[in-house]
């Protein structure tokens, strides 16, 4: 990531003389068509009608923010564009900047907002528990954290019923691994090439790109090789890549490993699917290891998929742990471990405990979540809306030859950039200047894979297929004008 923005800021300082220029009306103007005719006549979309104008603006300008930024947080933050965005308010699937200018949120805050920005039936769980009890100690019983448990065992397979609650997806990869390490008595843990799964010792080691990893002791993970089905050396053909993983055990371990940790869809990696067949093989494979299989459901989980509440689901196979975060608390801190009865026992060799996990807070915001996720069916309008959206990026790949490849499932897709289809090389460069030119035009996008060319779609699960259109729109346009 660290490569990604540092070229995305030399690139906005070259772009900079346009960050004055907007396209679009004001937010609380009523749209009646679906574009605008520019200066060269050119059709230039135009942004969906939303009924919501947000209240007046007055606390610090971007540019205050920025110095107390620099000044006072640490320097490996960055922020996306050379002229950073200062987001003040949020509703639904749109955020609003100090100047009351709406956005389309495309990127839902890295996979994160699924029922919508400020949804009130979430503010209202949360401000409702806050007036009466805002955090105590697991220690004392409280009816949030038991109720909210029992709602999210509902929806896991088999016998996934016990849960462990953190505050984000980093702290739930290294409880799943301490948990895998300590249940079967290895160390070894087998992860892939180009996942992430978090920014600390154990998590920093299953991550497998070197743009998340400091030079700092890493042990006991081994990479295997990606079922990349774009880039990959065996194309979509799981069973081939899952070799690898048993190789692994053969050659790289003592026969017997502690676990095996993969992301369904590779969020940070550049939205890559793994390929079909790859996680029955290898789970096959660890399981006779007698290793733990764990899926990081931190991006890919709480219906994102559409087609399954769970990424591991749309494989076919039923994990032994299952890590969340993000989307379970629709931007409230707080994640996730949830495994089976027998494997729960280990943390009872020792004291275990989290001061925040479950505070009642965020356990009450969890469990409004997934109220909302059924009430609304927002799994449902991830499948129809992000099928709809993703046929309509797969058209525009056939119009413009910088587009290598869309993927992804549901609300959750990724458009990777190249400069030669052929050679399949990243479009580090372009893919800049198209995620600025849109962020003029109103769409705010997501960028990411380890060479910083693909272009992440996890917006709010409340997106329409209007908004759908305009995203492709805005993106065709940009394109277009290259």
Known sequence: ???????????????????????????????????????????????????????????????????????????????????????????????????????????GGIATVCCGHCHPDVVEAIVNQTKRLQHSTVLYLNNAIADFAEALASKMPGDLKVVYFTNSGTEANELALMIARLYTGCHDIISLRNGYHGNAAGTMGATAQSNYKFNVVQTGVHHALNPDQY??????????????????????????????????????????????GYLQAVYDSIRKAGGLCIADEVQSGFARTGSHFWGFEAHGVVPDIVTMAKGIGNGIPIGAVVTTPEVAKVLTYRNYFNTFGGNPVCSAGGLAVLRVIEKEKLQQNAFVVGSYLKERLTALKEKHEIIGDVRGRGLMLGVELVTDRQLKTPAKAEILHIMDQMRELGVLIGIGGFYGNVLRITPPLCFTKEDADFLVDVMDYTMSKM
């Open 1 to 107: 990531m660290h490569r990604i923005i540092q070229t995305a800021v030399t690139l906005s300082r070259r772009n900079s003389s346009s960050n004055s220029r907007c396209f679009l009306s004001q937010p609380q103007v009523a749209h009646t068509q679906n574009s605008i005719q520019d200066n060269n006549d050119i059709l230039t979309p135009k942004m969906p009608h939303f009924d919501y104008t947000p209240p007046p603006y007055s606390g610090p300008s971007s540019a205050e923010i920025l110095k107390k930024r620099k000044e006072y947080l640490s320097p490996s933050l960055f922020h996306f564009y050379n002229n950073p965005l200062n987001l003040v308010d949020g509703k639904m699937q749109y955020l609003y900047d100090e100047n009351g200018r709406r956005y389309l949120d495309s990127f």
């Open 231 to 276: 880039r990959g050396v065996f194309g979509s053909d799981g069973v081939k890549y899952a070799k690898d993983v048993q190789e692994i055990i053969d050659y790289g371990t003592s026969g017997h490993v502690g676990g095996f940790i993969a992301e369904a869809i590779q969020g940070a990696g550049g939205v890559m699917e793994l390929a079909p």
